[in-house]
């Protein structure tokens, strides 16, 4: 079959891009989805069971750093457009271990941007390269109402926002340097089913089902602005679309929280659905030592998107919530696989059994 387009969707066994690929397989029955992922722990094909069958989809595991096999990749499937998502993602785990995000994020990327170039040069016409990034770019803001917008100068603090914040940088100089047709859109903390159990979300929820302590980093005051992954996709969708080639897009819910008080709302959500009595796991919360760093206060100003666009979050926090902690309880088969055998024993060794 001819498709309308040819789509490569990086680290689509991921949280986030196993939704994203999702809604591109069954919106798009015309265009071909190439996932290509390269399985870390994070990846897992069990999130994308739904859509492994579907004649429009195709999964290739690759390395991003393996420039090769991305020149071959993008020949062989005459790739048109590309959404870049697959990345070292874990704050924590980057701190431990910088170098395999500078590998990934940095080299990963302009790996796949030089592939780009050379697969398109001379034809750039049609052609997009969608990179996604985060808000840690930018740094951290103070607890005074201020937002980050498309403006705010990068101001990166840890391994991994400064390892984004260079393949951002790659990104941008592709367009300016060889005129390539790239976007970069930067999303506050997504949630959802899917995630992988080491981020506060699916981490607590796992360890209030099992009576297990929750470890809050330093007094629990930092703020993280919160969107469910599924709006953080249909963004996506519309900026691949419908986004002005070269510019940036601020993905956000307007949805601020300090840690302390969402984790009360993760006990509270986590023992009514278990049918507890009510403040049965308050106990489990331990304040521990804060992370080295610890950004203080995430905030994303994204109505540049909805002025432009048209874009709003679809779903009100509660209501997210609530999804969010029913997924997980429905799904503990999916919670034991990706923190069992082999994985588990790697995991213990870098972070110990919490
Ligand atoms: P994730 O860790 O759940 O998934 C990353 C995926 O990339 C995994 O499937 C992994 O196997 C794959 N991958 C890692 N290294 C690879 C490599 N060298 N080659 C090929 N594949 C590789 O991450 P996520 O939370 O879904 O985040 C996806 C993207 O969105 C990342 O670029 C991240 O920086 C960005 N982002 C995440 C959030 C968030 O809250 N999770 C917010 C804003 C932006
Ligand atoms: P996380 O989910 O790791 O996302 P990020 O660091 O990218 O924002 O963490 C969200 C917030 O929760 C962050 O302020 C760190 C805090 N946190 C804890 O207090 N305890 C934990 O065990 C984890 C994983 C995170």
């Not at 101001?155 to 941008?172: E, L």
């Not at 902690?325 to 069992?340: A, E, G, K």
């Amino acid at each position: 079959m001819d498709y309308k387009r040819n789509i490569l969707i990086t680290g689509g066994a991921g949280f986030i891009g196993s939704h994203v690929v999702r809604l591109f397989v069954k919106k798009y029955p015309d265009y071909r989805i190439v996932n290509l992922d390269k399985l870390t722990y994070a990846g897992n094909l069990a999130n994308l069971q739904d859509v492994e069958h579907a004649p429009n989809y195709v999964f290739e595991r690759a390395d991003i750093c393996d420039y090769p096999r991305m020149q071959a990749i993008l020949r062989q499937y005459a790739i048109d457009g590309i959404i870049h998502l697959a990345a070292e993602s874990h704050v924590d785990r980057s701190i431990k271990d910088p170098f395999t995000f500078a590998k990934t994020n940095v080299l990963g990327t302009l790996t796949l941007l030089q592939a780009a170039k050379e697969a398109w040069e001379g034809a750039f016409e049609g052609k997009l390269f969608y990179h996604i990034s985060t808000d840690e770019v930018y740094g951290a803001l103070q607890f005074d109402g201020t937002l980050f917008t498309e403006e705010t100068k990068y101001a990166p603090h840890s391994p991994y926002s400064a390892s984004k914040a260079s393949s951002d940088h790659f990104v941008r100089a592709f367009h300016d340097t060889y005129g390539m047709p790239t976007l970069v859109t930067n999303c506050s903390n997504n949630y959802g089913p899917y995630q992988f159990p080491e981020k506060l979300i699916p981490l607590f929820i796992n360890n209030i089902r099992h009576n297990k302590p929750l470890p809050v980093y330093g007094k629990g005051e930092n703020v993280r602005d919160w969107l469910y992954v599924e709006d953080h996709a249909r963004a996506i969708d519309l900026i691949f679309h419908r986004g002005r080639v070269a510019d940036t897009y601020n993905i956000g819910g307007f949805n601020e929280w300090r840690n302390i008080d969402l984790i009360k709302v993760l006990i509270k959500t986590v023992d009514r659905l278990l049918g507890r009595p009510e403040g049965a796991s308050d106990h489990l919360i331990t304040y521990v030592t804060d992370r080295q760093g610890h950004d203080l206060r995430y905030a994303i100003d994204s109505r540049k998107l909805q002025r432009e666009l048209g874009w709003e979050p679809s779903l009100q926090f509660e209501e997210g919530i609530e999804r969010t902690v029913r997924w997980y309880l429905d799904n503990q088969p999916w919670l034991d696989q990706v923190t069992s055998g082999a994985y588990q024993q790697y995991y213990e060794k870098m972070y110990g059994n919490r």
